[in-house]
C-alpha cells in the first residue's frame, strides 16, 4: 500500500471514526452529569433565554466590544472565512461529492477563495499572535490551545498550496493533516465548535428565568 | 438624611477587627483537598461541565472585571479563577479523564491558598465576565462553587468568616439580633410610626438588614412608611428579620441553609404571599433563587426586593409619588445580584421617573454595569480593601462622565462601599439609597 493509498484509504476511514465516536463519547460525557434542577420560580422563560443566548452570543456584549476589537477582528475573520472555505472552495465541494456522495452545489470562484483564505490567515494569525502576546493569554492557554492552532494553520496552509490540484504530493499531505486534525478534535478545545451550543444553552437558561437578557 | 460619616467610620473600624474575632476552622489541613473535590464532585453537572467544555481561554472574560480592568494584571482573569475545578473536572470527571490523569498534575493545598485570594478577595460573583464570555461560560456560577469548596476546606478568609460564625452560631449579624431589632422598632414607634412586630398572620414578610439597623436608619425608616401608606398587611418578626446571609456569601452552605430556613418557616407560618428583602443585594439572591432550592421544594410565597415591590406598586399605578427630584440629575447604579442575577432593572427605573427626576445612565448600565467592587462579602474582607478601591474609582469615573449630581442605589452592600470610597478620596457626589428617596417623596 503507498502512502497515497493508506491516507485516502485507512487513515481516512480512522480519523472519520475517531471523530464522530470522539464527538459523540464526550457529549454523551458532559450530559450524563445531569441537570440540577432549579426549584425558584421563573420570572420569565428559560428556554426563551436559551434560544436568545444561542444567537445573542454571536456579537459582543454591549460595552465590552470596545476593548476586545482584536479578539472581534480575528475571531470574525477567522471563522466566516473557515466556514467559507469549508463549504465553498471548489476542492472541498467536489470532495463533499465524490466522497460523501453529497448533491454538489456552486462552488466559490478562484479569486473568492484567494481572498477568504488570505482574510481567514489573518484571522487565525490575529488569534495566535494574542494568545502568545497577551499576558492574560499566555496566562490561561495550554499546551492543546496552541497545538490547535498550528494544526488549523498547517491544515489551511497545506490546502492553500494543493488548491491547483497540479501536484499530488501537497493534496496528500493536506488530507493528511485534515486527518491529523480529525484525530486530535475530539480531544481538544477545538470541541468547542459543539459544546458552545451546551454552554449557551444553560446560561440562556439560568438566566432567562431570572428575566435577564442574556 | 445623610449617613452620619462618624457612625460610618467606627463601623469601618469594627469591620477591620474582624479577622481578629474568626476562630480557627474544623478541617484539618491534610483533609483540605479532599473536601474541595467533595464539593466539586457533587456540584458539577452538565451546565457545569458544558461550561469548562466549551471555554476556549480567549480571555474576553478579563476585559469584563472591574479588578483585572483596574489593574491589568492577568491573575485577576475571571476563568484563571476556576482553575482547580477545570483540573479537578479534567482528571476525575471529563471524558478522557484516563489521559488528563496522565498528564495533568492533581490539586495540592498551596493551590487552595492561592486561589482563596483569587476567589475570595479579587471576586465579587458580580457575573459581569458571565455576561462577555462569547461561549457562554456561567463564569459566575462556577465562582460560587469555588467557594462552597474553599469554605467545606475551611478556607473562608478570616473576616468573612467571622461574621459567617457568628450568624452561624447566634443568628446575629454584627452584634444585631431581635434586642438591636426592637430597639431600632421602638425608636421608629416613638416618632409616631406603627411599625407590626411577630403578628400572627400577615400577607406580607418584611426583612430588614443589620445595615439598617447600624448605619441606614432612614431605609428601614421609608420601609415602614411605605408600608402603612400602602395599607399592607405587613409584619417584621423577630425570629426571622435578618435578610443578609453569610453562609451564602462566604460558601458555606450549613449556614446559608439554616439562615434561609429561618426566614421561609416564619413566612410560612405567619401565612405570608410575599416576603420583601431589604435593600440588601446578596440577600436577594439568596432568598429569591436559591431560597426554594435551600429548602427542598418551591417556596409557597413570592420574594421581592423592595426596589422591585416599590417599582412595579408604581408601575400598577397603585403608588403616586411626589416628584421631589425636578431639577436633579441623577444616575443609577444596578446592584449586582438584584439586577444582574435578579432581573430587576425596570422597577427602580421606573421609581426614579415618578419621583421627577433627570436620569442619565451610566455608560455601562443594567446587564452589564460594573460592579461596586465590595459585593459577595468583599467589604468583610480587610485584604480586599485596595482592590475594593479600585473597583470604586471606576465606578467614580464613570459616574463623573455622566454629570449626575448623585449616586443612587439599591443595595446597602453597594453603598457601604461607595461610602467608603467617598470618604476616602472626598468625592462630592452623595450616595442615595431608592427606598430613602421613596420615603421621602410619600404623598402627605
Known amino acids: 500500500m503507498t502512502v497515497t493509498e493508506f491516507v485516502d484509504g485507512p487513515l481516512w476511514y480512522f480519523a472519520l471514526a475517531v471523530f464522530f465516536l470522539g464527538i459523540a463519547w464526550r457529549l454523551v460525557v458532559i450530559l450524563a452529569n445531569g441537570w440540577r434542577g432549579d426549584l425558584s420560580r421563573p420570572r420569565r422563560s428559560g428556554l426563551t433565554g436559551s434560544v436568545r443566548a444561542l444567537f445573542s452570543r454571536f456579537a459582543p456584549a454591549p460595552g465590552i466590544g470596545r476593548r476586545i476589537g482584536l479578539h472581534l477582528t480575528g475571531g470574525y475573520l477567522f471563522h466566516l472565512g473557515l466556514f467559507a472555505l469549508l463549504l465553498f472552495a471548489a476542492p472541498h465541494v467536489a470532495f463533499y461529492a465524490e466522497r460523501l456522495s453529497l448533491p454538489a452545489w456552486q462552488p466559490m470562484p478562484h479569486w473568492a477563495f484567494v481572498l477568504v483564505s488570505e482574510l481567514a490567515f489573518i484571522g487565525l494569525m490575529l488569534l495566535w499572535l494574542n494568545r502568545v502576546l497577551n499576558p ?11 497545538l490547535s492552532s498550528i494544526l488549523t494553520f498547517l491544515v489551511m496552509l497545506s490546502g492553500c498550496l494543493a488548491l491547483e490540484q497540479a501536484h499530488e504530493p501537497l493534496r496528500v499531505l493536506h488530507f493528511f493533516l485534515v486527518e491529523v486534525l480529525m484525530i486530535y478534535f475530539p480531544f481538544s478545545s477545538l470541541m468547542h465548535a459543539f459544546t458552545f451550543v451546551l454552554s449557551r444553552e444553560a446560561l440562556g437558561y439560568r438566566y432567562g428565568r431570572r428575566g435577564v437578557p442574556v | 438624611m445623610a449617613v452620619d460619616m462618624n457612625v460610618f467610620r467606627g463601623f469601618l473600624q469594627q469591620v477591620r477587627q474582624l479577622p481578629a474575632m474568626a476562630q480557627p476552622t474544623e478541617c484539618p489541613d491534610t483533609e483540605r483537598v479532599a473536601a ?14 458544558s461550561h469548562l467544555e466549551a471555554c476556549v481561554h480567549c480571555g474576553i472574560c478579563a476585559e469584563a472585571c472591574h479588578f483585572f480592568v483596574q489593574t491589568g494584571d492577568p491573575q485577576f482573569t475571571p476563568i484563571h479563577k476556576l482553575e482547580p475545578l477545570r483540573r479537578f473536572y479534567r482528571r476525575e470527571k471529563g471524558p478522557f479523564a484516563w489521559l488528563y490523569r496522565l498528564i495533568e498534575r492533581d490539586i495540592e493545598e498551596t493551590d487552595l491558598e492561592q486561589w482563596q485570594r483569587l476567589v475570595y478577595d479579587s471576586c465579587t460573583e458580580c457575573g459581569r ?14 465562582v460560587v462553587i469555588m467557594r462552597r469548596a474553599l469554605a467545606n476546606a475551611g478556607l473562608i478568609p478570616a473576616g468573612l468568616r467571622a461574621v459567617e460564625q457568628e450568624q452561624g452560631s447566634q443568628g446575629t449579624v454584627f452584634g444585631v439580633g431581635p434586642k438591636q431589632l426592637m430597639a431600632a422598632v421602638e425608636a421608629l414607634r416613638v416618632r409616631g410610626y406603627e411599625v407590626p412586630v411577630d403578628k400572627d398572620k400577615a400577607d406580607v414578610l418584611v426583612l430588614t438588614a443589620t445595615t439598617d439597623i447600624l448605619l441606614f436608619h432612614d431605609a428601614m425608616e421609608s420601609t415602614v412608611r411605605i408600608m ?10 423577630t425570629c426571622a428579620f435578618e435578610g443578609a446571609n453569610f453562609g451564602m456569601l462566604s460558601g458555606y452552605e450549613k449556614v446559608q441553609k439554616a439562615a434561609s430556613e429561618r426566614i421561609i418557616r416564619e413566612a410560612i407560618r405567619c401565612g405570608a404571599k410575599v416576603v420583601i428583602i431589604p435593600e440588601c443585594g446578596h440577600a436577594y439572591p439568596a432568598m429569591r433563587w436559591e431560597g426554594a432550592n435551600e429548602h427542598g421544594e418551591p417556596l409557597p410565597f413570592e420574594v421581592m426586593a423592595i426596589s422591585e415591590f416599590i417599582g412595579r406598586q408604581v408601575m400598577d399605578g397603585k403608588l403616586s409619588l411626589k416628584p421631589i427630584g ?19 432593572f425596570d422597577e427602580p427605573r421606573a421609581v426614579l421617573d415618578a419621583l421627577g427626576v433627570e436620569r442619565v445612565e451610566l455608560p455601562d448600565n443594567r446587564e452589564m454595569n460594573y460592579c461596586c467592587g465590595g459585593g459577595a462579602g468583599l467589604f468583610v474582607i480587610d485584604t480586599a480593601e485596595r482592590y475594593r478601591a479600585l473597583a470604586f474609582d471606576l465606578k467614580r469615573k464613570q459616574v463623573e ?36 428617596l421613596v420615603g421621602q417623596a410619600l404623598p402627605d
Open chain 1, 136 to 146: 492574560v493569554t499566555r496566562l490561561i492557554s495550554s499546551t492543546g490551545d496552541h
Open chain 2, 129 to 142: 465576565c458571565s455576561f462577555a464570555c462569547p461561549q457562554g461560560v456561567d463564569i459566575a456560577h462556577m
Open chain 2, 228 to 237: 402603612n401608606h400602602l395599607g399592607v398587611d405587613w409584619t417584621i418578626h
Open chain 2, 401 to 436: 462622565a455622566t454629570g449626575a449630581q448623585s449616586l443612587i442605589t439599591a443595595c446597602d452592600s453597594c453603598r457601604l462601599s461607595f461610602l467608603a470610597g467617598t470618604d476616602r478620596t472626598q468625592w462630592d457626589r452623595p450616595i442615595e439609597s431608592l427606598v430613602e
Open chain 2, 326 to 344: 425636578k431639577g436633579r440629575r441623577v444616575t443609577y447604579h444596578d446592584p449586582c445580584k438584584v439586577g444582574r442575577h435578579g432581573g430587576v
Open chain 2, 36 to 49: 474541595v473535590k467533595a464539593v466539586f464532585k457533587e456540584r458539577i453537572d452538565a451546565g457545569v461541565a
